[in-house]
DNA sequence: TATGAATGAGCCTTCATTCAT
DNA sequence: GATGAATGAAGGCTCATTCAT
């Protein structure tokens, strides 16, 4: 082994306990909430010193973000990637859909995270103005639906309105899901809900 | 005076400071978020002190809990009689969204806390299993949409899922219009919405 | 007992507690200094919990500044008496001498709280630019030289230069003798200093 | 290049960081007050690793005396050779008061880093009771007054209570000077002062 | 009933010190 | 010798809850 060798592992051991704590925090939020986390739990889920945290992290809000940064950003682009190897935007739509239930149903603990954590106060949206994970999700869902309604695929309807109500659905059946212990099935509410947000609850008209 | 009268008067007086501390729980629950308000906050609020809150509720939770089953029962209440008053399906569902635009324009707190304090934690959800005050607004909604079924006005969608679709889109654009600070108009997202909900998104079919 | 003395008698409770804490608060600091004094410490001291400290004073940097306004005061107050007791200005140097010997040898922990913790950091000056207490004794001692040198008793000396020479001198012996434990007898060097104070340090010119 | 110069070479460098470290922390000591100073704001002012001051001293303590040894010795030494170049006692006073003067006025750090940080425990006088840096200038003030009153140039006064009335003095100046802002004149004082010391308070008599 | 002073368990964060490299 | 990442003990402060009045 040589020296570059030996600092290449050096960086990656350097980054090794980041990334645990990061993993950690994340499950451990998830799993007990925000406040009742204690930095002493995360640190010993992530086999470090208490210390240890606040060599990475500034403090407990901090850690917070940090791991909603790296949890969405990590999620964000194995979605994309997904998305767009689908040519309709149908199959958008359904992969889009299908990326999730399968995400939350292998990692219940992630949806909690993101249904529930993510919104604890207007104090944390008031001390960081720019945080804004969902925002993303949003923009990104608001790109898919522009570029439909583009190809004719899609009525003109309002875009914002449209995420609106495919986000909002989503979260909401997945903090059910998660917070009514899995009682019931995500591939099957998932198919039906989106048959309504395709053909809509009026009675379809013969012709 | 009678004994009789006086009895109602003392009850009325119990109930005084009881309602005082919910009405000022709600309000600070919802201002600050369950984790930032302190008990003293409530109490100096209703302008009772610390220790007769102790006198009405067991502890802090307790407290938490018996605010949104006041504050849903009372809501859930007003909310029937409106759309009792109304007659056809769409007249009605018209009514329920329209009901909940002007209860959270008007007092936006509210909005904040069915959407957000409500969900605080799994270790809420698991103290309190029965404790299930968004149930009370599903079922609600669930009846409604049956009846609509039964009624030929609403093709054979899946009850379940178009209840979590209806209520999880209007929680969402509640979140974002209070926690974004209105930055957009509630009453035109609701029209658009509702027609995507009617129509669904595909393009309509020339007949 | 009737109402009025009730109400006095929970007055004196109310600042029973108070008191205990300066005074715990004032020998503890002198015995162990600031920064290796804990608050429960002198909570310990005072026979109160922890968390009542936190209701007769912000933060313990707040109870170290009134421990010392408190104490100040009362001892400025009693040597004013004193000094203004005696008529000419030899008898009251002499009496503003002799009280701070007696005082600090019946409690040597004074001395050192006045003579080492009040000057502990400039972040403190500049965190409370108007806490000088020891201006305080300084100007007093100013007020006094000038009295003299009007009444022709004092030559015309700078009063600055005095009350410093006096002060400085006056802390530097306590100080010494408090931490060197008491090694030298405080009311013989007092006596050997007033004189050099008194006719100079040259030898006196016969004439 | 031998043997003998690379090893002279190897005790400089050795010697280079554990100067480096002092100077560090003579500076930081007295800018920031022993207990706000970090070892690790030593470490980054001396450009070495933190882990690096503990190969040259025992702990913070350890580096704090070493600190105030040499810092002393240096300028003891200093002031003893140009105080042994003047002739008479008078010329040697005011030797001793014009080079701390000048020292302090250059590097008021030094200052408040000897009339403070010096004192800051009986704690620490209790761990180190041979540690008395002090009492090295006062030992050298005693001896320059016994020569003095040998010489017949100064009345037979108390040494110790002048050396303290002489150290007391200039340090309660500094002390004052440094903390509030060099607010006054040092060299103005000093003169006055000078003049108090050696023909006292009283009116002078006439003859 | 009502009060509010008192309690004390609990937790985030700092930083002197160690030790593997 | 030199490094600096890692450690973990320690303590100031908060606040839900109690209880004497």
Redesign the pocket.
Known sequence: MNARF?SDKVKQ??H??RTAIIEAAIETFAKKGFHK????DIARAAD?????????FD???DLLIKSFDELISGKLNELKKLVEGEETFLARLTMFFDYHVKLFTEKPYIARFMAIELRQSTEFYKKFPDYQPIKRYLNYLQELIDEAKKEGNLRDVDTLGLSYLMFGTMDFVLTEWSTREQSFDLLDIKDKIVDIVRYGMYPIREH
Not at 48 to 56: C, S
């Open positions: 030996q051991k350097k090794h306990k986390t204690k930095i002493s470090v010193a208490d210390g240890t945290v606040y060599l990475y403090n407990k809000d």
